[in-house]
Protein backbone atom coordinates (compact mmCIF):
# COMPACT_ATOMS: atom_id res chain seq x y z
CA UNK A 1 0.00 0.00 0.00
CA UNK A 2 0.95 3.49 -1.06
CA UNK A 3 -0.50 6.42 1.13
CA UNK A 4 -0.23 10.30 0.40
CA UNK A 5 -0.57 12.43 3.09
CA UNK A 6 -1.53 16.54 2.76
CA UNK A 7 0.46 18.11 5.50
CA UNK A 8 -0.48 21.39 4.58
CA UNK A 9 -2.27 22.51 1.72
CA UNK A 10 -1.95 26.46 2.41
CA UNK A 11 -0.65 29.03 -0.22
CA UNK A 12 1.90 31.66 0.48
CA UNK A 13 -0.35 32.56 4.12
CA UNK A 14 -0.81 29.75 6.47
CA UNK A 15 -4.28 29.96 8.28
CA UNK A 16 -5.79 27.76 10.81
CA UNK A 17 -6.41 24.51 9.24
CA UNK A 18 -3.80 25.11 6.50
CA UNK A 19 -0.31 24.97 6.83
CA UNK A 20 2.25 25.82 4.12
CA UNK A 21 2.92 23.30 1.37
CA UNK A 22 4.18 19.76 2.44
CA UNK A 23 2.95 16.48 1.44
CA UNK A 24 4.07 13.06 2.71
CA UNK A 25 4.46 9.72 0.60
CA UNK A 26 4.64 6.63 2.69
CA UNK A 27 5.76 3.20 1.34
CA UNK A 28 7.17 0.19 3.19
CA UNK A 29 8.71 1.57 6.14
CA UNK A 30 9.54 5.22 4.09
CA UNK A 31 8.72 8.70 4.25
CA UNK A 32 9.49 10.97 1.26
CA UNK A 33 8.48 14.61 1.95
CA UNK A 34 7.70 16.94 -0.51
CA UNK A 35 8.39 20.41 0.68
CA UNK A 36 8.35 21.40 4.25
CA UNK A 37 6.32 24.13 5.03
CA UNK A 38 6.50 26.27 8.27
CA UNK A 39 5.44 24.40 11.58
CA UNK A 40 5.54 20.74 9.46
CA UNK A 41 6.88 19.07 12.69
CA UNK A 42 3.58 19.56 14.56
CA UNK A 43 1.56 18.09 11.11
CA UNK A 44 4.11 15.30 11.11
CA UNK A 45 3.33 14.33 14.39
CA UNK A 46 -0.74 14.65 13.85
CA UNK A 47 -0.17 12.74 10.69
CA UNK A 48 1.89 9.62 13.22
CA UNK A 49 4.17 9.73 10.49
CA UNK A 50 6.72 8.48 12.72
CA UNK A 51 10.66 9.47 13.56
CA UNK A 52 12.74 7.02 12.85
CA UNK A 53 11.67 5.79 9.72
CA UNK A 54 13.85 5.56 5.89
CA UNK A 55 13.38 9.29 4.90
CA UNK A 56 14.18 11.39 2.07
CA UNK A 57 13.06 15.10 1.76
CA UNK A 58 12.70 17.34 -1.45
CA UNK A 59 12.85 20.76 -1.70
CA UNK A 60 10.69 22.51 -4.92
CA UNK A 61 12.34 26.10 -4.90
CA UNK A 62 13.37 28.15 -1.64
CA UNK A 63 10.78 30.31 -1.15
CA UNK A 64 9.68 31.01 2.26
CA UNK A 65 6.95 29.18 2.39
CA UNK A 66 8.27 25.61 1.20
CA UNK A 67 11.19 25.77 3.78
CA UNK A 68 10.70 27.50 6.54
CA UNK A 69 9.54 24.34 8.31
CA UNK A 70 12.87 22.33 7.57
CA UNK A 71 15.00 23.51 10.58
CA UNK A 72 11.91 23.11 12.77
CA UNK A 73 11.49 19.46 11.50
CA UNK A 74 15.45 18.50 11.78
CA UNK A 75 15.68 19.92 14.93
CA UNK A 76 12.91 17.81 16.65
CA UNK A 77 14.10 14.33 14.58
CA UNK A 78 17.32 15.74 16.82
CA UNK A 79 15.70 16.17 20.32
CA UNK A 80 13.32 12.82 19.38
CA UNK A 81 16.53 10.68 19.22
CA UNK A 82 16.58 9.79 15.49
CA UNK A 83 19.53 7.87 14.08
CA UNK A 84 18.62 7.07 10.48
CA UNK A 85 20.02 8.65 7.93
CA UNK A 86 18.52 11.41 6.36
CA UNK A 87 18.98 12.65 2.32
CA UNK A 88 17.47 16.46 2.00
CA UNK A 89 16.87 17.24 -1.92
CA UNK A 90 16.50 20.76 -3.92
CA UNK A 91 17.86 23.40 -6.10
CA UNK A 92 21.44 24.37 -5.58
CA UNK A 93 20.33 27.44 -3.04
CA UNK A 94 19.44 24.95 -0.63
CA UNK A 95 22.69 24.51 0.47
CA UNK A 96 23.41 28.08 1.14
CA UNK A 97 20.07 28.12 3.32
CA UNK A 98 21.07 25.20 5.23
CA UNK A 99 24.81 26.18 6.10
CA UNK A 100 22.91 29.60 7.05
CA UNK A 101 20.64 28.05 9.36
CA UNK A 102 23.92 25.81 10.84
CA UNK A 103 26.07 28.87 11.40
CA UNK A 104 23.41 31.54 12.68
CA UNK A 105 20.67 29.26 15.15
CA UNK A 106 23.16 26.36 16.07
CA UNK A 107 21.17 23.81 13.53
CA UNK A 108 22.50 20.91 13.49
CA UNK A 109 21.54 17.09 13.90
CA UNK A 110 22.51 14.09 15.85
CA UNK A 111 21.63 11.33 12.78
CA UNK A 112 23.92 11.55 9.28
CA UNK A 113 22.19 14.42 7.40
CA UNK A 114 23.12 14.84 3.99
CA UNK A 115 21.88 18.10 1.34
CA UNK A 116 22.11 17.53 -2.12
CA UNK A 117 21.96 20.09 -4.67
CA UNK A 118 19.84 18.87 -7.68
CA UNK A 119 18.89 19.17 -11.23
CA UNK A 120 16.80 17.61 -13.66
CA UNK A 121 16.57 14.00 -14.02
CA UNK A 122 16.58 10.71 -11.38
CA UNK A 123 17.14 12.07 -8.13
CA UNK A 124 16.48 8.96 -5.59
CA UNK A 125 15.94 5.28 -6.07
CA UNK A 126 14.91 2.83 -3.45
CA UNK A 127 14.05 -0.95 -4.47
CA UNK A 128 10.75 -0.37 -6.17
CA UNK A 129 10.61 3.56 -5.84
CA UNK A 130 11.95 6.25 -8.14
CA UNK A 131 11.42 10.09 -8.03
CA UNK A 132 12.54 12.14 -10.90
CA UNK A 133 12.76 15.78 -10.78
CA UNK A 134 11.80 18.70 -13.41
CA UNK A 135 12.40 22.08 -13.87
CA UNK A 136 8.51 23.85 -13.64
CA UNK A 137 8.33 27.66 -14.71
CA UNK A 138 8.26 29.76 -11.53
CA UNK A 139 10.25 33.00 -10.44
CA UNK A 140 14.06 31.10 -10.03
CA UNK A 141 14.88 27.78 -10.41
CA UNK A 142 12.12 25.26 -9.52
CA UNK A 143 11.34 21.44 -9.38
CA UNK A 144 8.31 20.00 -9.72
CA UNK A 145 8.40 16.00 -8.66
CA UNK A 146 7.67 12.41 -10.49
CA UNK A 147 7.14 9.69 -7.78
CA UNK A 148 6.69 5.84 -9.42
CA UNK A 149 6.29 3.00 -7.71
CA UNK A 150 6.36 -0.33 -9.36
CA UNK A 151 7.43 -4.12 -7.87
CA UNK A 152 10.55 -5.36 -9.53
CA UNK A 153 8.62 -9.03 -10.33
CA UNK A 154 5.02 -10.27 -10.36
CA UNK A 155 3.44 -12.65 -7.51
CA UNK A 156 5.91 -15.55 -6.99
CA UNK A 157 3.97 -19.01 -8.61
CA UNK A 158 5.90 -21.71 -6.30
CA UNK A 159 4.68 -24.22 -8.56
CA UNK A 160 6.07 -22.91 -11.28
CA UNK A 161 9.60 -23.02 -9.14
CA UNK A 162 8.99 -26.21 -8.16
CA UNK A 163 8.67 -27.60 -12.00
CA UNK A 164 11.61 -26.04 -12.89
CA UNK A 165 13.52 -27.71 -9.60
CA UNK A 166 13.81 -24.91 -7.79
CA UNK A 167 14.59 -25.93 -4.31
CA UNK A 168 12.44 -23.96 -1.53
CA UNK A 169 14.35 -21.62 0.58
CA UNK A 170 16.44 -18.49 -0.25
CA UNK A 171 16.55 -19.15 -3.80
CA UNK A 172 12.61 -18.33 -4.02
CA UNK A 173 13.16 -15.39 -2.18
CA UNK A 174 16.13 -14.13 -4.56
CA UNK A 175 13.58 -14.65 -7.54
CA UNK A 176 10.82 -13.31 -6.18
CA UNK A 177 13.01 -9.78 -5.51
CA UNK A 178 13.63 -9.99 -8.77
CA UNK A 179 17.14 -11.24 -9.09
CA UNK A 180 18.44 -14.28 -11.23
CA UNK A 181 19.76 -17.36 -10.49
CA UNK A 182 21.88 -20.63 -10.89
CA UNK A 183 21.13 -23.93 -9.99
CA UNK A 184 23.60 -26.60 -8.72
CA UNK A 185 23.49 -27.81 -12.24
CA UNK A 186 24.29 -24.62 -14.20
CA UNK A 187 21.00 -23.94 -15.40
CA UNK A 188 20.14 -20.13 -15.09
CA UNK A 189 16.66 -19.15 -14.33
CA UNK A 190 15.15 -15.73 -14.58
CA UNK A 191 12.13 -14.08 -12.39
CA UNK A 192 9.94 -13.97 -14.93
CA UNK A 193 10.35 -18.24 -15.36
CA UNK A 194 8.08 -17.89 -11.59
CA UNK A 195 6.28 -14.94 -11.37
CA UNK A 196 3.46 -13.40 -12.48
CA UNK A 197 2.67 -10.48 -14.48
CA UNK A 198 3.69 -7.29 -13.05
CA UNK A 199 1.43 -4.87 -11.66
CA UNK A 200 0.95 -1.74 -13.09
CA UNK A 201 3.18 1.38 -12.10
CA UNK A 202 1.43 3.94 -9.28
CA UNK A 203 2.52 7.29 -10.36
CA UNK A 204 2.07 10.49 -8.05
CA UNK A 205 2.96 14.13 -9.86
CA UNK A 206 3.77 17.59 -7.72
CA UNK A 207 3.63 20.23 -10.00
CA UNK A 208 5.98 22.50 -7.21
CA UNK A 209 4.91 26.06 -8.01
CA UNK A 210 4.42 26.67 -11.34
CA UNK A 211 2.79 28.30 -14.51
CA UNK A 212 1.52 25.74 -16.74
CA UNK A 213 3.85 24.32 -18.38
CA UNK A 214 4.57 21.05 -20.90
CA UNK A 215 6.92 19.38 -18.13
CA UNK A 216 3.80 18.92 -15.52
CA UNK A 217 1.98 17.83 -18.49
CA UNK A 218 4.66 15.54 -19.77
CA UNK A 219 5.13 14.39 -16.54
CA UNK A 220 1.41 13.36 -15.28
CA UNK A 221 0.86 11.60 -18.51
CA UNK A 222 -1.82 8.76 -17.00
CA UNK A 223 -0.71 9.63 -13.21
CA UNK A 224 -2.67 8.19 -10.56
CA UNK A 225 -2.13 11.48 -8.81
CA UNK A 226 -1.07 14.91 -9.97
CA UNK A 227 -0.90 17.38 -6.81
CA UNK A 228 -0.77 20.71 -8.64
CA UNK A 229 -1.09 24.15 -7.26
CA UNK A 230 -4.37 26.36 -8.24
CA UNK A 231 -3.49 29.72 -6.19
CA UNK A 232 -5.66 31.40 -8.47
CA UNK A 233 -9.33 31.60 -10.02
CA UNK A 234 -9.60 32.80 -13.98
CA UNK A 235 -10.73 36.11 -12.46
CA UNK A 236 -7.47 36.81 -11.10
CA UNK A 237 -5.19 35.71 -13.80
CA UNK A 238 -3.46 38.10 -14.42
CA UNK A 239 -1.96 37.76 -11.08
CA UNK A 240 -0.77 33.82 -11.95
CA UNK A 241 0.73 35.05 -14.91
CA UNK A 242 2.65 38.18 -13.19
CA UNK A 243 3.69 35.78 -9.99
CA UNK A 244 4.34 32.65 -11.76
CA UNK A 245 1.17 30.27 -10.57
CA UNK A 246 -1.76 28.22 -11.94
CA UNK A 247 -4.94 28.97 -12.23
CA UNK A 248 -7.91 26.23 -11.44
CA UNK A 249 -9.18 25.91 -14.80
CA UNK A 250 -5.45 26.07 -15.99
CA UNK A 251 -4.12 23.27 -13.54
CA UNK A 252 -7.33 21.03 -14.87
CA UNK A 253 -6.84 21.72 -18.49
CA UNK A 254 -3.18 20.13 -17.60
CA UNK A 255 -5.11 17.04 -15.83
CA UNK A 256 -7.47 16.66 -18.48
CA UNK A 257 -4.85 16.55 -21.64
CA UNK A 258 -2.69 14.57 -19.09
CA UNK A 259 -5.52 12.03 -18.39
CA UNK A 260 -4.38 11.27 -14.41
CA UNK A 261 -7.31 9.74 -12.41
CA UNK A 262 -7.24 12.54 -9.82
CA UNK A 263 -6.14 16.33 -9.78
CA UNK A 264 -5.92 17.60 -6.12
CA UNK A 265 -5.91 21.19 -6.08
CA UNK A 266 -3.55 23.14 -3.35
CA UNK A 267 -1.79 26.16 -2.91
CA UNK A 268 -4.47 28.23 -3.89
CA UNK A 269 -4.74 31.81 -2.29
CA UNK A 270 -6.80 32.35 1.30
CA UNK A 271 -8.83 35.08 -0.74
CA UNK A 272 -10.99 32.47 -2.15
CA UNK A 273 -11.98 31.30 1.64
CA UNK A 274 -12.92 27.49 1.05
CA UNK A 275 -12.10 27.24 -1.98
CA UNK A 276 -15.43 26.35 -3.49
CA UNK A 277 -14.43 28.64 -6.49
CA UNK A 278 -11.27 27.12 -7.00
CA UNK A 279 -13.10 23.37 -6.70
CA UNK A 280 -15.95 24.73 -9.10
CA UNK A 281 -13.72 26.11 -11.44
CA UNK A 282 -11.55 23.02 -12.25
CA UNK A 283 -14.67 20.59 -11.63
CA UNK A 284 -16.24 22.27 -14.95
CA UNK A 285 -13.14 21.39 -16.72
CA UNK A 286 -11.77 18.01 -15.29
CA UNK A 287 -14.65 16.54 -13.16
CA UNK A 288 -12.74 14.45 -10.89
CA UNK A 289 -10.85 17.61 -9.04
CA UNK A 290 -10.77 17.74 -5.16
CA UNK A 291 -9.37 20.44 -3.00
CA UNK A 292 -6.38 19.35 -0.53
CA UNK A 293 -6.81 19.46 2.79
CA UNK A 294 -4.61 19.35 5.47
CA UNK A 295 -4.29 15.75 6.98
CA UNK A 296 -6.10 13.78 3.88
CA UNK A 297 -5.03 10.80 3.04
CA UNK A 298 -5.33 8.83 -0.73
CA UNK A 299 -3.99 5.04 -0.29
CA UNK A 300 -3.78 3.07 -3.42
CA UNK A 301 -3.63 -0.44 -3.58
CA UNK A 302 -1.22 -2.81 -5.41
CA UNK A 303 -3.59 -2.14 -8.52
CA UNK A 304 -3.74 1.36 -8.44
CA UNK A 305 -7.49 1.85 -7.19
CA UNK A 306 -7.64 4.79 -4.19
CA UNK A 307 -9.06 5.50 -1.47
CA UNK A 308 -9.62 8.97 -0.11
CA UNK A 309 -9.56 9.51 3.60
CA UNK A 310 -10.49 12.88 4.86
CA UNK A 311 -9.82 14.40 8.56
CA UNK A 312 -13.04 14.76 11.34
Known amino acids: MIEFVVLGSGGSIPLPGRNHPAYLIRYEG ?181 RPCNAVRESAKNANLLVHEAMYAEEHADLADERGHTTAREAAEIAEDADVELLLLTHYSPRYGDGQTILSEAKEVFANSMLARDLMRITFDSDGNHTINLPE
Do not use: C
Open 30 to 210: WNLLFDAGEDVQRRFVEANAGMNKHMAIFISHIHADHVLGLGGLLLRFSLLGRERPLQVFGPAPLLDFVRVNQNTINLGTTFPTTVHAIEEGIVFEQEDAGIRAFQVDHRGFTLGYEFIYQRATGPFLPEKAREIGVPEGPLWGKLASGQTIELESGVSVEPEQVTGERDKPIKIVYSGDT
